[in-house]
């Protein structure tokens, strides 16, 4: 039985992964042509738009929608995910109100301080929304074993998101086509995981006020804990790209978020397609009363065989890359990468994981560490730019911060997956 789970887990992850390298193949085709269509200073105020893209759009519905996998019945799943849609709409419109105070009080120019290019935060709630919706699809498709489908929006959203970032750069200036084009790209995946619940009417009659007041209760504990958790984590992750514009300056923001990305690239590829059957998989053997540590350890173990020839690759070989591949104007980059690529090596196998603190026993857990994660990245930005740190000092700052938080992360994990284990 256990290898049939294996077996199953394996067949759902290639799945996945294979969607996702399709989704792949049109951004790292088009890297090389947006450098050319947009500048590094576009793609570091884009990087702010991203930044607050990404903290927002992961937390405005609650973090209910990853509890939409945990729930035995599927009347509690649908009622969670209603639940996770209201509160996503209701906080991007607040998120709309607020910018539009800050429209009509404030000299938002000025405000931003980065260059005349400020109007995309218009269209933050917007892309905020698109993006929260993303999470709940993906979760909620997760649950119903949805993987062809999920990997489909995948390859949807990527060829969304790469002609209209092409497009766009002839019908705007700055980085409009950037933003517009993440939003686009978003509403595409969007409309093809939505299709597998919408069909299902009896599934969606069972949705009613009654049944979300009470699931809404009884997993109280992700808005609660989970939620302020999770959006100190990403503002953590997405810290660099608020701070290095201040360390350094625009362009050079824009060579780490191209940086960035590329080394996210695994991740995007076969980090997240593990995870999330890694957690499906958990919680179901967990519900059947089975061991959870073999699946960890066998899933550790593929985790590092994938990240230690890519770190190593990207060490030695990142400046040379990102010459021939983006120009000489983007070498900076490929120098930025070479020490992205030492975090790469522990945060992979690490966050691919990490999932598992969202079951609702190890949530206080996981919000303890977050906020441990928190504080001390702003401690090392905040003594960056009171000391005047030079950039690539900071960089070795950096790495050296992140082995240590995530080594005690990886500690929390194993610990977590030994309770399961013993109450079982």
Known sequence: MYKSSLSSFGKNVLTLTIGSGLAQIAPILISPILVQLYSPEDFGIFAIFFALTSIFGTTVNGKYDIATVIPKKNTDAINLA?????????????????????????????FFNYSNDYLWIIGLPVAVFFTSLFNLLNYFNTRLEKYNDIAKSKVYKSIALAFSQIGLSFLTTGMSGLAIGTILSNLSANIKLAQNIIKDKSLIAKVTFRDMKLVASEYKIYPLYSNPASLLDIATLQMPLFFIIKISSEATNGYFFLASRIISIPSALIGRSISQVFFQQVSKLESQGRKCMPLLISTIKKLLMIALPIA?????????????VFGKA????GEIAKYLSLIFLIQFPVSSLSNIL????FVKRATAWKILYFSSSLILYLVTLTLNLDLYLFLKLYVIHEYFLYSIYMLLIVKSVLQIDREI
């Open 82 to 110: 209603a639940v996770s849609l209201l509160l996503s709409v209701f906080l991007s419109f607040i998120l709309s109100l607020i910018i539009a105070i800050i429209f009509i009080f404030i000299d938002i120019k000025s």
């Open 312 to 324: 190593t690759i990207l060490f030695f070989g990142a400046p040379f890359l990102f010459e021939l």
């Open 330 to 333: 983007w070498l900076e980059a």
């Open 358 to 361: 969202s079951l609702k026993e």
